[in-house]
C-alpha cells in the first residue's frame, strides 16, 4: 500500500515503464489502444466497451461520451517503453483506479494480441506530488517533452505520442481543457510554455542542476 493517500483536487506525476524495460507498445495500433483506454478509463462509470467502440468505426479516441471523471488528465507523453503523466485526482480514489483499470486492461490488451503471458508494467506505478514548491513548473516540461530527455532509435519513432499536440493546436480529446486553459494562462500562451520546455529539456539533458531535483521525482525513464 501507498504510504499516502491521493488527495483530491491535487496534482501527481504518475509514471511507470515495460518490466525488464521491455516495449510497451510494438506498433502504432498499440498506442492507439492505449490512448484510447486513457480516455475511456477516466470517467468514473466508462459508457461504452472498448470492444464497442472499435467495432464502430464512427467513434474514435476524443469522441467518447464525458461522465463524472475519475481523473483529469494534464499533460502526458508515451515512449517505446514507458509512459509520464500529470494527473488531477477528481474523485477519492480516482488515480488508483484509473491505473488499475489502465495498466490491467491494457496488459490483457497486449498480451492476447502479441500471444504473450506475465506482467507488462514494472510493478505499481510510481507517484509523485506535484505541487512543490517550483515543481510543477518543471514537470510541464518533463512530462509533454519527455520523448526528448531519451534518444529514442529512428525506427521507434512512430510510436511515441504526447500532450504537445493538443496544446499546440488547441485540439483538446485527451487532456482535460479546463485544465490545459489553465497551463497556457499560466505560463502566457504555448510559444511561452513551449521554450520554457525546451530550456527545461536542455538543461535536464545536459545533467546541470540535477542536485536539486531529487532521483524519486525526475527518475531517468
Known sequence: ??????????????YNRGTDKR??????KDVERFLLSMELFSNKIPTRSIQVILRD?????????????????????????HFHFL?????????????????????RYFND???????????????????????FELLCA???????MHNIPQNKLSLIRSSLSEYKNKNFYIVNEKEAEKILEMFSGFEK???????????L?????????SPEEFIDL
Open 113 to 135: 494480441k502479441h500471444k504473450r503471458s506475465g506482467v507488462l508494467f514494472q510493478g505499481k506505478f510510481k507517484s509523485v506530488f506535484a505541487e512543490k514548491e517550483n515543481y
Open 87 to 107: 494527473l488531477k485526482q477528481e474523485i477519492d480514489g480516482g488515480i488508483s483506479e484509473f491505473m488499475k483499470r489502465l495498466q490491467g486492461g491494457y496488459t
Open 193 to 203: 510554455l513551449s521554450k520554457h520546455a525546451q530550456e527545461i529539456i536542455s538543461i
Open 205 to 213: 539533458r545536459e545533467g546541470r542542476n540535477k542536485s536539486e531535483i
Open 1 to 14: 500500500m501507498r504510504k499516502e493517500a491521493f488527495v483530491t483536487g491535487s496534482y501527481y506525476h504518475i
Open 23 to 28: 516495449d510497451i507498445f510494438a506498433d502504432q
Open 57 to 81: 468505426n464512427s467513434v474514435g479516441v476524443g469522441r467518447l461520451q464525458k461522465d463524472e471523471k475519475l481523473v483529469s488528465v494534464v499533460m502526458y507523453c508515451l515512449n517505446p517503453n
Open 142 to 148: 518533463y512530462v509533454m517533452w519527455n520523448n526528448k
